[in-house]
T-cell receptor, first 112, second 113 residues
Framework: QQQVKQSPQSLIVQKGGISIINCAYE??????FPWYQQFPGKGPALLIA?????SEKKEGRFTISFNKSAKQFSLHIMDSQPGDSATYFC???????????FGTGTRLQVTL | AAGVIQSPRHLIKEKRETATLKCYPI?????VYWYQQGPGQDPQFLIS???????DKGSIPDRFSAQQFSDYHSELNMSSLELGDSALYFC????????????FGSGTQLSVL
């Protein structure tokens, strides 16, 4: 059973466009929601993270929107660039453990 | 800046053989995590160690064991390898048991033939 559901599975966006990836979770004990970026042959790298006490967090071109009542959160990549082409994973964990539960991943391709 | 180092980068084994994967965490990081990522799949948590003690356990098969040594490096031992064990194995490290900022290595690609 996938505790963190992610969509879409793949996404193609033109350069300069906005990439939006969505995640939904079941476990209300989750209180930390990071996004990871993974390039082929590399390990996941932490991109940005949010806690449930805020509804939005922005770092550069990357923004997380969080809806606690709906148990959903999303990643927005503004002004998407070809270098952003990678697989993006949302994740979640509880405050009592550091093991992350990952979503199924979204393969993003940014075209010229 | 120093990152998480994993070795070997690639490993090819036959069925029923044994494999040992090594992980060297970022300096001053005392917590190590192991994840398994199948082709096109999300990383699955296997096991973690904090200060050389097992701190959490996930979907790790009984055929696998791991430990963290006094210098904080960790080894994942895999016995009686099966075809389904073919995957990318990632190690991550953090400072402190409840620090959510995990830093991942580049992984070991294990192929079981």
């Amino acid at each position: 059973q996938q505790q963190v559901k992610q969509s879409p599975q793949s996404l193609i966006v033109q350069k300069g466009g906005i990439s939006i990836i969505n995640c939904a979770y079941e476990n209300t004990a989750f209180d930390y929601f990071p996004w990871y970026q993974q390039f082929p042959g590399k390990g996941p790298a932490l991109l940005i993270a949010i806690r449930p006490d805020v509804s939005e967090k922005k770092e550069g071109r990357f923004t997380i929107s969080f809806n606690k009542s709906a148990k959903q959160f999303s990643l927005h990549i503004m002004d998407s660039q070809p270098g952003d082409s990678a697989t993006y994973f949302c994740a979640a964990n509880t405050g009592t453990a550091s093991k992350l539960t990952f979503g199924t991943g979204t393969r993003l391709q940014v075209t010229l | 800046a120093a990152g998480v180092i994993q070795s070997p980068r690639h490993l090819i084994k036959e069925k029923r053989e044994t494999a040992t994967l090594k992980c060297y965490p970022i300096p001053r990081h005392d917590t190590v995590y192991w994840y398994q990522q199948g082709p096109g799949q999300d990383p699955q948590f296997l096991i973690s160690f904090y200060e050389k003690m097992q701190s959490d356990k996930g979907s790790i098969p009984d055929r696998f064991s791991a430990q963290q040594f006094s210098d904080y490096h960790s080894e994942l031992n895999m016995s009686s390898l099966e075809l389904g064990d073919s995957a990318l194995y990632f190690c991550a490290s953090s400072h402190g048991r409840l620090n959510e900022k995990l830093f991942f290595g580049s992984g070991t690609q294990l192929s079981v033939l």
